[in-house]
């Protein structure tokens, strides 16, 4: 058994933690010992209307059980004033979970101007909002964790969720950049696409298999990733039922042509499986490694 996590002296909100899985991350937070901000606007699925009785209820639960949370009922889009609550509340901020979602599926065909900006605004400008806030305190007391939560339907696209899917790879690719910028702050950042039985998904997944995928099976790895063990930055997680792995981008070690005496697209067409053929790929842990096939290729062609 590996060491206790505890977040004794750590405050974290959860955002959209009034019902779902972020319900299910902010009591095990507080059952870790962490003081819990409980974010919710509480609206519909579909973002309309709120409703203060969603973060009410959940901190009321944690309290029962004798944990320590505080509920907050803004929108993420004024990310400040959620962080404000648990600057006022707690006097620090130190774990931030982005969660809080809504969906508009339409097929494209039909999307409209309004379901694609509203999704945006909740699950990116949201997020974006909330970290921005906190990231001042966090690079100013040199600790920081920060868990974005992306979807599948972004990583594998979903029919009839182009904003959505969207919006959740956009959220990754914030990932990346801050995990980067957040390092030496000892800010971690990381995503999760989880799977949950909650309301966003019934009536999706079939009863039997709805009933076992519970959101607090999702839970634990948001708590690892949010504590001081946790040394692991700009990972993808997938998380569920009880099952969770590492999602990696993998590259064909591709065809290089010579830019000097040109090529064109039949020669691309005629070196197509080379292109696509992932024997032997590579796995581009940044920037400075995805590039170095393509400098190898001018290299070979110099001079
Ligand atoms: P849910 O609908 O039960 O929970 C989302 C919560 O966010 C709700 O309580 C809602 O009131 C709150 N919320 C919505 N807009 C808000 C806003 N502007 N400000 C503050 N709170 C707001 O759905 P679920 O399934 O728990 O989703 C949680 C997160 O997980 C979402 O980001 C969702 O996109 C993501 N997700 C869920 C999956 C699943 O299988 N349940 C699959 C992939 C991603």
Not at 88 to 96: Q, T
Not at 114 to 132: F, I, P, Q, S
Request: net charge negative.
């Amino acid at each position: 058994m590996s060491e206790a996590i505890r977040f004794e002296d750590k405050v974290v909100i959860v955002t959209g933690a009034g019902g779902g899985l972020g319900r299910a991350h902010a009591l095990l937070f507080a059952r870790h010992g962490a003081k819990v901000v409980v974010n919710d606007l509480g609206g519909s699925a579909q973002g309309e209307g709120a409703n203060a009785s969603a973060a009410d209820r959940v901190v009321e639960e944690i309290r029962q059980a004798g944990g320590t949370a505080v509920a907050n009922h803004d929108s993420v889009t004024d990310g400040d004033k959620v962080v404000q609550q648990a600057l006022d509340s707690f006097g620090r901020i130190d774990v931030v979970v982005n969660n809080a979602g809504i969906l508009r599926d339409k097929t494209f065909h039909k999307m409209d101007d309004a379901d694609w900006d509203l999704v945006y605004r909740v699950h990116v400008e949201g997020a974006y909002k909330v970290t921005r806030a906190a990231w001042p305190y966090m690079r100013e007391q040199a600790y920081g964790r920060v868990i974005f939560t992306a979807s599948t339907s972004g990583i594998y696209g979903n029919f009839g969720q182009s904003n959505y899917g969207m919006a959740k790879l956009g959220l990754y690719g914030l990932t990346r950049t801050l995990a980067l910028e957040g390092r030496k702050n000892n800010i971690l950042v990381n995503a999760i696409a989880p799977t949950g039985g909650t309301r966003m998904t019934e009536g999706l997944i079939p009863p039997q298999v709805f009933e076992q995928l519970k959101p607090e099976l999702v839970s634990p790895l948001v708590i690892y990733l949010a504590s001081e063990q946790c040394q692991d930055t700009s990972g993808l997680f997938e998380v569920g039922g009880g099952w969770m792995g590492k999602v990696r981008w993998e590259r064909s070690l591709g065809a290089g042509f010579d830019p000097k005496a040109g090529f064109d697209a039949e020669d691309v067409a005629a070196n197509w499986q080379q292109i696509c053929n992932f024997e032997n790929a590579a796995h581009p842990a940044d920037n400075m490694e995805a590039l170095k096939e393509m400098m190898a290729n001018l290299q070979k062609y110099a001079g």
